[in-house]
């Protein structure tokens, strides 16, 4: 059986809430057609794989515990909001990070060559750190969309990133469920050695 997955970080709660709250809350004030994630479900995706085999899940599961366990923990902290597509049809909007982004990009290059081993086809973008809070699905007032999120902000918030998962993904009309499925601990050590 086949189940569409992905690889994530979970954020922390108080984290979470504050990004319900201060962002998307004003946000959906706007009246455009934009998809939110849920608080609960507010995530860093690591590597999208789509639909991919279950007995592949588990192989996964152990590459990466092999790959990335004793990785050591990551630092990070949050950042300004943003944007991918053009400003007057704005595909996803996101909250940045910064901090040790440069070990989330190898964790998630080690995430990578985990997947290719599995013949999950390799990311087209360059990885770039950030939280999804929703995807627009219509230019409809756009511009008003994306002044609002430029002046949404939240203080600087630092968490540590200590696991990853290995999560499905069930789509629902009202929005993707997402159940975890391994976690791999990013404990011990670190990878330069």
Not at 28 to 51: C, N, Q
Not at 85 to 105: E, S
Not at 112 to 137: C, D, M, N, Q, W
Request: proline content about 5%; charged content about 25%; some cysteine.
């Amino acid at each position: 059986m086949k189940i569409r997955s992905f690889v994530a970080v979970d954020l922390p709660e108080p984290l979470r809430r504050l990004i319900w709250e201060k962002i998307i809350t004003p946000l959906k004030g706007i009246p455009a057609k934009v998809s939110y994630v849920r608080e609960e479900s507010l995530h860093i995706t690591l590597k999208f794989m789509g639909d991919v085999e279950e007995a592949d899940l588990k192989r996964l599961y152990e590459l990466l515990t092999s790959s990335i366990c004793g990785f050591g923990e990551i630092f990070l902290m949050t950042e300004k909001t943003g944007y991918f597509g053009a400003r007057n049809f704005p595909q996803v909007l996101w909250l940045g990070l910064t901090g040790d982004t440069g070990r989330l990009a190898l964790l998630a290059e080690k995430i990578e060559s985990a997947t290719k081993k599995l013949g999950v086809g390799r990311e087209k973008k360059k990885f770039l750190p950030h939280i999804t809070i929703g995807r627009v699905k219509s230019a409809q007032n756009a511009n008003f969309l994306i002044a609002k999120l430029e002046e949404s902000t939240i203080q600087p918030f630092q968490f540590v990133v200590d696991r990853v998962f290995i999560k499905q993904s069930i789509l629902k009309p009202q929005g993707a469920l997402y159940n975890n499925l391994y976690e791999i601990p990013l404990k011990g050590g670190s990878d330069e050695k």
